[in-house]
């Protein structure tokens, strides 16, 4: 429920919903713990806590921010799977040239429906991170049948066969790209790491708490301004989290290039090249 | 705009500018805040600011190294792809010696004119910054010329066959690296990223602010080379991103040595038969 808000709104309006929590709630607990424990044994024990502070601070702030990286890398990923993907369709609709007109024709059309399965309806499930079996099946359907063509198919000559031999190292990269999108599409930050990270946000407040510094106001800025860093990299997190949903999400260009550069380079108008260079001879 | 403007000049004009404006602005906020803010009150809290400042302080250095490497890491990577796409062109030109000397003539024909394609036309428009698919397409004509020249070719013998083989699998790689070479040239850090970035910034540097110094102007110096120190990584950040834009960007050296190399094997070869009796 919460997961299906942070990807349905805006990043800046998750922003201002996260900074918002992560700074009040911490700002309302130290407003009662000011009331509750003495500001002078505070005080007095100001450079205790700091330097001991160091160290549980130091081992958050580098666990958040390898995260945060973490989640980055993850996203950086999933665009090269989708781009490898992307390639493997190139491939097949490139080398179709070289099959009978007729298979080739049928299985650039295939690539095609494939391409638009793909862009119409997977992306906008991936996006709304719809990720029931059912609304994958038409895809694997389709690219089972390209697969299926393509290995039924009986070479009659030599070139042909170069051809084939190929053109099936190609569909077995699709399908493991299309394994490995789905896959990414999946995955996300484990429920246990965002545990530790706000439970480590509370410690870190706590931490805060247990200065005694002269001035409350000071001591609200403080510890508004160490939280409101925080909530920003948490933000980030949520933002890069679920690389193929919301708002900041991998694309699907790549598919879409391969369609236009296949449908370009097999217009129906142009020439066979071979034939065109004879011609010039 | 902004991007044009950065992409545009000089890496030292753009770090002038990006450290000038961050430090110019923190230093303008801290007088501000001086002026409104008891200096006497936050003279007592000092040891208790300085020693939170520690969190805030390594969450953001951590992020922004990181992030720091992650684009010089994304620009090394672009590299490679570069090279990776020369290189298939080098294996397709050598390979197509195996083919009969027609369609061998027409494919290293078809090759040296991708190359043109990419050189003259495709890297000075990625430097541009412009990705538009108009820019692309005579790259992608003249591929999928050369494409279904090879996969149309019937071979007469088994070592045409195998050249064939080995040419399609080439093929299908120049195509990948093409693809990649296109999708990381319009590469670059996400918007949010450099939101989250200058907004962590800002209050890295604001936390500065709440320093309570003997003298003001140690406070300015403080908060001044924090603020430059910042926008420091900034400006790496900027001339490492968009690895295919700008003054620091990948070259199209590769290309160029492939079709160097390329003409350098046609003339041995011609030359050769010269040299018999």
């Known amino acids: 429920m919460l997961n299906h808000w942070f990807y349905s709104h805006s990043t800046w309006e998750v922003a201002a919903a996260v900074c918002l929590a992560v700074v009040a709630i911490p700002l309302l607990g130290l407003w009662i713990f000011h009331r509750l424990v003495d500001w002078h044994v505070r005080e007095e024990n100001t450079a ?8 549980c601070g130091g081992i958050y702030a580098v666990v958040l921010a390898f995260v945060a990286v973490g989640a980055y890398e993850a996203m950086d990923k999933g665009a090269t799977i989708a781009g490898e993907e992307a390639n493997s369709l190139g491939g097949l609709a490139f080398d179709s040239a070289g099959l009978p007109a007729a298979l080739g024709a049928r299985l650039r059309a295939d690539v095609d429906e494939y391409i638009d399965i793909v862009t119409r309806k997977e992306w906008p499930s991936q996006q709304a991170y719809q990720m029931q079996e059912r609304n994958y099946k038409e895809g694997w359907a389709q690219v089972r049948r390209i697969g299926l063509d393509l290995a039924n198919f009986e070479p009659e000559t030599q070139g042909q066969a170069t051809v084939k031999t190929e053109m099936l190292h190609t569909i077995n990269e699709l399908l493991s790209a299309r394994r490995a999108r789905l896959l990414a599409a999946n995955a996300h930050l484990p429920d246990a790491v965002w545990q530790m990270l706000i439970f480590g946000l509370g410690l870190v407040a706590v931490y805060v708490f247990l200065f005694g510094p002269h001035s409350y106001k000071l001591h609200m800025a403080v510890t508004g301004l160490t ?3 925080i909530g920003l990299v948490f933000t980030l997190i949520i933002a890069l989290d679920y690389p193929f949903r919301g708002d900041l999400s991998v694309d699907d260009d790549a598919y879409l290039s391969v369609k236009e550069v296949s449908n370009r380079a097999f217009e129906p108008a142009e020439a066979p090249p071979a034939a065109a260079h004879e011609e010039k001879k | 705009m902004l991007v044009d403007f950065l992409y545009t000049h000089p890496t030292w004009v753009v770090g002038l500018v990006v450290i000038g404006i961050w430090t110019g602005v ?10 409104l803010v008891d200096v006497q009150m936050r003279h007592k809290d000092t040891e208790t600011v300085g020693l939170t400042y520690a969190i805030v302080a390594v969450v953001y250095a951590v992020l922004i190294a990181f992030i720091v490497v992650d684009v010089f890491e994304t620009f090394a990577k672009s590299h490679e792809i570069a090279t990776a796409e020369a290189n298939k062109l080098s294996n397709l030109m050598l390979d197509s010696s195996g083919l009969p000397p027609q369609i061998s003539e027409a494919v290293r024909a078809d090759l040296d004119k991708y190359i043109d394609i990419v050189v003259k036309s495709e890297w000075p428009s990625q430097q541009k910054g ?5 820019v692309f397409e005579p790259g992608w004509t003249a591929l999928a010329h050369l494409s279904t020249r090879l996969a149309m070719f019937e071979p007469a013998t088994m070592g045409q066959n195998v050249n064939k083989g080995e040419m399609l699998h080439a093929m299908n790689d120049l195509i990948k690296a093409r693809r990649s070479r296109i999708l990381a040239a319009g590469e670059h850090l996400p918007d949010v990223v450099w939101q989250i970035l200058l907004l962590a910034g800002a209050v890295a540097v604001g936390y500065t602010y709440l320093f309570g110094t003997h003298s003001f102007r140690i406070h300015l110096a403080i908060t001044g080379l924090i603020a430059a120190t910042i926008s420091l990584v900034f400006v790496l950040i900027i001339a490492l991103d ?4 700008g003054e620091v960007s990948v070259g ?4 160029l040595g492939v079709k160097a190399t390329a003409s350098a094997a046609l003339e041995t070869q011609e030359a050769k038969p010269e040299a018999r009796p």
């Open chain 2, 252 to 255: 199209d050296e590769a290309f």
């Open chain 1, 227 to 229: 939280m409101l860093s």
């Open chain 2, 130 to 134: 412009k990705l538009g698919d108009a």
């Open chain 2, 242 to 245: 968009y690895p295919f834009r």
């Open chain 1, 48 to 55: 205790m806590v700091g330097l001991s502070y160091a160290l």
């Open chain 2, 26 to 35: 923190s230093l303008a906020g801290l007088y501000i805040f001086h002026r």
